[in-house]
């Protein structure tokens, strides 16, 4: 349990040393966990931004997503200084989820702006790259091995991707137009996956050779949202609708599920959640106010 009551604690991330950080994104802070000692401190960030993603850098210290203020922020771990990135268009209001490039640059989605950014860390610089349709609400990011960011968007049945170079915009339409695409992973040989909130897929793209490749989830009503990978390339979500939520496991190997574990907590939700090799661990965070650790097998 998460000692700041109703704080919606989420989107952990794993520092250097090992230890644990989070944002609340309804009490405005950022949070390390312990897992040796299990022990919780939190670092204040200004009243009403609304932290909704943190990532690590490799020195430790933390980008911030402040979602209801318009701004990227680099954090000091140790004294909580903070230094706020503002977006350049202020139609860009809502910076989402952000994820390193490998090139001193973080790429971010913006959902109800309708933009995918990218913030180039050592000079604040910020471009934002425009949606080809309204409403396309870009959610989930993660890059593939040749450094292009991958985009689910939410609020149409398909991916995006963004040339890095010239920033020119291209998006892949799923067979099925019902499809609501939430987040995404990708796997070792680049092939991208992604969970169908709306009529509960899993999926593949193989951007190689155009194809999808796509699985029926195993609940019913089942609302796949956060979604990671492993170090065997295995794939894992967590299914929302059922209560408590179940953490499944998907072998690509096989075409198979492997895994459906209730989490104790209920969990309300789960939103998104990141793999740590040094433990074989994924963490997430939940909409009941907790952080959790799932030992993978």
Do not use: C
Not at 131 to 148: C, L, V, W
């Amino acid at each position: 349990p998460v000692p700041w009551e109703d704080t919606r604690p989420r989107d952990p991330d794993v520092a250097p040393n090992g230890v644990i950080w989070f944002v609340g994104q309804g009490g405005d802070y950022a949070a390390r966990f312990d897992p040796e000692n299990t022990g919780f401190r939190r670092k204040e960030l200004p009243p009403g931004t609304g932290p909704h993603n943190l990532i690590i850098d490799y020195d430790g210290f933390l980008w911030i997503a402040g979602n209801r203020q318009a701004f990227i922020g680099h954090m000091n771990y140790v004294t909580g200084e903070l230094t706020r990135y503002t977006m350049p268009d202020e139609d860009a209001r809502d910076p989402h989820t952000l994820v390193f490039s490998g090139r001193d640059e973080i790429w971010f989605t913006l959902q109800w702006s309708n933009y995918v950014g990218r913030l180039n860390k050592r000079n604040g610089h910020v471009d934002l790259v425009p949606m080809q349709t309204e409403r396309a609400r870009p959610y989930g990011i993660e890059m593939d091995s040749k450094g292009h960011p991958w985009i689910a968007l939410m609020g149409t049945n398909a991916l995006a991707t963004v040339d890095p170079n010239t920033l020119v915009l291209k998006v892949v339409y799923l067979p099925r137009d019902e499809a609501r695409l939430r987040r995404v992973a990708i796997t070792r040989d680049d092939k991208i996956w992604y969970t169908d909130y709306n009529q509960g897929y899993i999926g593949q793209y193989d951007p190689e050779t155009g194809e999808f490749t796509e699985w029926k989830t195993p609940s019913e009503k089942s609302a796949p949202y956060a979604m990671s990978t492993d170090n065997l390339d295995r794939i894992w979500f967590v299914e929302t609708w059922p209560q408590p939520n179940l953490l499944v496991g998907f072998d690509p190997l096989h075409g198979t599920f492997f895994s459906v574990t209730p989490i104790p907590s209920g969990g309300g939700s789960v939103r998104h959640m990141v793999y740590d090799p040094g433990r074989n661990s994924l963490w997430f965070g939940t909409d009941t106010n907790n952080l959790a650790q799932a030992v993978l097998p």
